[in-house]
């Protein structure tokens, strides 16, 4: 089975769906969101093995969000790698816990290779 991603980013349908299709093609099971609210939700029903998270979205930013879940205890501990137009916050990204922080635009090599050392198992090749 393959490991399960959320894509949590505001920006536009199309960058959820370029960074959706570079992990989907890696065999990886992508679910996304526009805000920290709507990936809230998503996660209480559905917990995903990792979190690739905007930092800046309305309502909710990224580090809000992430630190909603981490003070959930029937939540697990799930790595979160924070994506960002500006690099200023990586310190806060690590006091949460998060396992990367990858800055836009994401090349998409870097983004799987960053994404395979922290999910259990990596991705499962299609084909």
């Known amino acids: 089975m393959a490991a399960k991603i959320l894509v949590v980013d505001d920006d536009d ?3 959820r769906e ?3 299709m570079h992990l989907a093609s890696a065999g990886y099971e ?3 969101a526009n805000d920290g609210i709507s990936a809230g939700y998503q996660v209480l029903k559905n917990p995903p093995e990792l979190i690739l998270s905007d930092v800046n979205m309305p309502h909710m930013d990224g580090f809000e ?3 909603a879940l981490k003070a959930d205890a029937t939540l697990p501990n799930i790595p979160v790698i924070f994506l960002t137009s500006v690099e200023d916050g990586e310190h806060r990204g690590k006091e949460l ?3 990367g922080y990858l800055t ?3 090349r998409a090599d870097r983004l799987l290779e960053l994404v395979a050392k922290h999910v259990p198992g990596g991705a499962i090749p299609i084909g």
């Open 13 to 15: 349908d199309s960058l």
């Open 18 to 20: 370029l960074l959706r």
């Open 30 to 32: 992508v679910s996304t």
């Open 65 to 67: 969000f992430v630190a």
């Open 97 to 99: 816990g998060a396992v």
């Open 104 to 106: 836009k635009p994401v």
